[in-house]
């Protein structure tokens, strides 16, 4: 079943139809100013954190999920009819009432026809802003003329602090004090104690934001939520709507909301335009300033036109034209900006991450998510980059959580033993080679930065650090520990139980750091990296191959995960996609290992992280037998690491396999699937429900995962096979057979490159750059022009 399509021209997506099977979300503005919006107008605003700067409340898990939200309400006050310019909340019939929303970069428009009259609201935060627009059009396409009343609506949250607003009620129902003041609402919390905008963690202080409505008069207002919905009542049936008049509340401690309400007097085809304005600050200053400057004509469209033209230079530097539409759409748009909103908002503010337990970066989470926007972003990429290498501690290790409001390197308390991860800062080198062969920025691996608790270093120090924070904490079979978690925390390895996975990250860090090295020319370093990688190697070796796959780790006690011989969890899939990744497999092994990923692991929605499922094993041990058989780390398809099942077919040439992995799981094929993945068509998720559950290819988590990142990679650089080195470009395809042709353009350090993928058995792996012959598919970066083609024969 499908409920919308993705409109190529215009980068969005069309939801046509609103009874989507769960609400469908688009983020709008940046790390300063962030807010949600569902497809029915559904969602939360916050300043700087969702979960310490959430001055727009939001119930997780309610039902329905995403309300209350940014609604405007329509009544006649002729016929007492009423309802809401998106169908919810409402929720006129839909014979009656007509709705589209569509979703783009930074915005969303809801469009809604019900008894003759049209209504359209675009959504925004502009540039830079603190604040958010509402920009309403309604018109009447009736005969004869109507009189209408809009209502504004926003539930505001007593205290910013998330957890304070959601649970510390005997506080927070006594702080919020209402202001109406010259028709511009003022939402004040704890006014009577000063602001301290100098420690933006401490909740208990004097906050204001507004509401002001701007090109209609406002003719009423409420600021007590429970004085415009009524004893049992709900969004639906306001009582306030109902009458079709305002009371003139204001709040006064309880629950807070804001609402204004203006006239619409409309001849036959007449139409009215109005703007919401919703920002941060007192109603008397920068309320005032915010309702002056939508006063002026043009406005709105400036800035939708600026923002359009932001986000276009955000996602740019990769387009491709293929014969597959739905990778086209998400190579050019959906792909990359669901991995910018990724990277902006890590794992801290969704309809599903509350901001109350994951606010700030986690470690893990933020390094990788670079490696998706690195060609869109590279100046962003680096800032984030060293703030993260600031939040590696002086051991090598890494702080779990950066919090970039408050973070200060080189004063930050050491973390517990205890609570290390092993595999956090590995992740680094992933992302500083993508850095430096996108950029071709070598300086950056002198750059001194210091460590989270004490000291400093350069960053190729940093990496050495990595390293033996690893090679310092290994066990029995010499392979690194697993420490409190190594990427899957439901595996509990003790204390000195070893990770295989992370041995195989150990093996790639150690590879990299002898090549960046190299690239220093520090032969000393050069020569430590290559003995520690070759005992290393022979451990694996002794230890790891199972047969016909690799295990997964070993707990000091003697219990092995991931082996023929476990009645469950038998067999893992990143012990086997890295084997191939980090080139620990011989040719064999790989072919044998990624052989039986594919038989037992590989289903229509994704690869299982690993099967069979627990049901029977100690639970202190396998955490995801806390979880149904076929969800999460139980056997369910895990969608972090399905860009590996796919890197690791191409690099192994099985390019079938790994175009079908990527299909597998590549949202845009399942848009005609929707009442079966349920989530949004246009962005990544979490994970996907497998067999045994019943509801295999529901997916649960949209936006903020992994996924994004490595979905992207994959699909750029191991399917199209656009890879960056450190003095050019590699081109490596591995595209379906029945691909004929297709076509990509490239931005790389200030180059233009027009490419096309030409099917050919005569010149089969031949590459020409401005009609030159390109050995082994490279493009040394010194041989490149402004504007260059390439044929790429396949």
């Known amino acids: ?92 019939p839909l014979e009656a009432f007509k709705s589209v929303c569509t979703h783009g970069m930074g915005f969303t428009r809801i469009d809604a026809a019900y008894s003759g009259v049209s209504s359209s609201v675009t959504y925004y935060v502009p540039l830079n802003a603190a604040y958010e627009v509402w920009q309403v059009r309604v018109k009447n396409d009736r005969k004869q003329a109507c009189r209408l009343r809009a209502f504004s609506y926003l539930e505001y949250a007593a205290n910013w602090n998330a957890i304070d607003d959601l649970l510390n009620l005997q506080y927070v129902q006594y702080i919020a004090r209402m202001e109406v003041k010259d028709g511009i609402i003022d939402h004040g919390t704890n006014v009577h104690i000063p602001e301290i905008p100098d420690n933006f963690d401490e909740k208990d202080q004097g906050r204001h934001t507004f509401q002001a409505m701007a090109g209609l008069d406002v003719s009423g207002f409420d600021t007590d939520r429970e004085a415009f919905i009524g004893p049992y009542r709900t969004y639906a049936n306001p009582i306030v709507l109902e009458r079709g008049e305002c009371k003139g509340s204001l709040g006064y401690g309880d629950n807070p909301c804001g609402v204004l309400s203006g006239d619409l007097h ?13 920002g941060i600050g007192k109603a008397e200053k920068e309320g005032q300033a915010c309702r002056a400057r939508y006063a002026e004509p043009g406005r709105v469209a400036q800035e939708l036109t600026e923002l359009q033209a932001h986000w276009t230079n955000q996602i740019s530097g990769f387009e491709a034209q293929t014969p597959d539409t739905d990778l086209n759409a998400t190579i050019n748009t959906w792909g990359i900006y669901n991995a910018v909103v990724t990277f902006n908002w890590s794992r801290a ?27 869109a972003l590279p100046d962003a990429a680096r800032e ?25 390197p080189g004063q930050e308390a050491p973390t517990p033993e205890s609570e290390y991860r092993s595999d956090d800062c590995l992740w680094l080198f992933n992302a500083v080679p993508a850095y430096l062969k ?10 001194v930065i210091p460590y989270s608790d004490e000291g400093e270093g350069t960053v190729l120090e940093h990496l050495r650090r990595a390293i033996q924070f690893n090679l310092d904490r290994t066990g029995q079979h010499g392979l690194p520990c697993g420490l409190k978690a190594d990427w899957n925390d439901c595996l509990q390895f003790g204390d000195t139980g070893e990770s295989v996975f992370v041995a195989m990250q150990l093996r790639l860090a150690l590879q990299v750091y002898a090549e960046l090295s190299g690239l220093q020319r520090a032969s000393e370093e050069v020569a430590w990296a290559e003995k520690q990688l070759s005992i290393l190697d022979q451990n694996l070796q002794a230890h790891t191959w199972d047969g016909n796959w690799f295990r997964r780790g070993f707990r000091a006690d003697g219990m092995i995960f991931g082996s023929a011989g476990s009645e469950e969890g038998q067999l893992f899939l990143n012990a086997q996609t890295w084997a191939v990744l980090s080139g620990a497999a011989t040719p064999e092994q790989a072919q044998k290992a990624m052989d039986a990923v594919h038989e037992r692991l590989f289903t229509p929605f994704g690869h299982k992280v690993c099967t069979p499922p627990y049901t029977n094993s100690d ?31 191409a690099m192994l040439g099985q390019q079938e396999r790994a175009y079908a992995y990527l299909r597998a799981f590549l949202p845009a094929a399942q848009n005609d699937k929707a009442e ?63 691909w ?27 590459v020409t750059l401005n009609g030159q012959d390109m050995a082994n598919g490279f493009l040394p970066v010194d041989t490149l022009k402004e504007q260059n083609t390439i044929e790429v024969y396949f």
């Not at 409309?266 to 919703?278: Q, S, Y």
């Not at 993260?388 to 973070?407: D, L």
């Not at 996108?438 to 750059?447: A, Y």
């Open 740 to 766: 004929k042709e297709a076509r990509m353009q490239r931005r790389f350090r200030g180059k233009n490159l027009a490419i096309r993928f030409i099917r050919s058995e005569d010149r089969k792996g031949s």
């Open 438 to 447: 996108e950029t071709g920025d070598l300086d950056f691996l002198n750059k």
């Open 1 to 92: 079943m499908q409920f919308g399509y993705f409109d190529d021209q215009h980068k969005t997506y069309v939801i046509t139809r609103p009874d989507t099977p769960k609400p469908w979300n688009n983020y709008l503005g940046d790390t300063r100013y962030g807010a949600i919006i569902t497809n029915n107008a559904g969602g939360y605003s916050f300043y700087r954190s969702g979960g310490k700067g959430r001055f727009v409340r939001m119930r997780f898990n309610s039902v329905p999920l995403d309300q209350p939200g940014r609604y405007l309400y329509l009544h006649d006050l002729d016929s007492k009819d009423y309802w809401s310019t998106s169908w919810q909340p409402v929720g006129k």
């Open 619 to 649: 639970y202190t041990i396998v955490r995801a037998q806390l979880m149904n058989p076929g969800l999460k780390e139980n056997g369910g398809i895990f969608m972090h690491p399905q860009g590996w099942a796919v890197m690791a077919a």
């Open 266 to 278: 409309l001849e036959p085809g007449e139409e009215r335009t109005f703007c919401i304005l919703v």
């Open 384 to 408: 984030r980059l060293e703030l993260m290498i600031s939040g590696q501690e002086s051991t090598g290790g890494a702080k779990p959580v950066i919090y970039p409001i408050t973070h200060k």
């Open 349 to 375: 503010a969704s309809l599903i991450y509350t901001g109350i337990d994951r606010d700030g970066l986690g470690y893990r989470d933020s390094v990788q998510d670079l490696m998706g926007i690195i060609h």
């Open 676 to 738: 079966i993945r349920e989530i949004e068509p246009y962005v990544l998720c979490q994970s996907t429900h497998a067999a045994p559950s019943p509801k295999a290819g529901a997916s649960r988590i949209p936006w903020l995962s992994g996924s994004a990142t490595w979905m992207y990679y994959a699909a750029t650089q191991y399917i199209l096979g656009i890879q960056p080195d450190y003095q050019g470009l590699y081109i490596k395809p591995c595209l379906p057979k029945d």
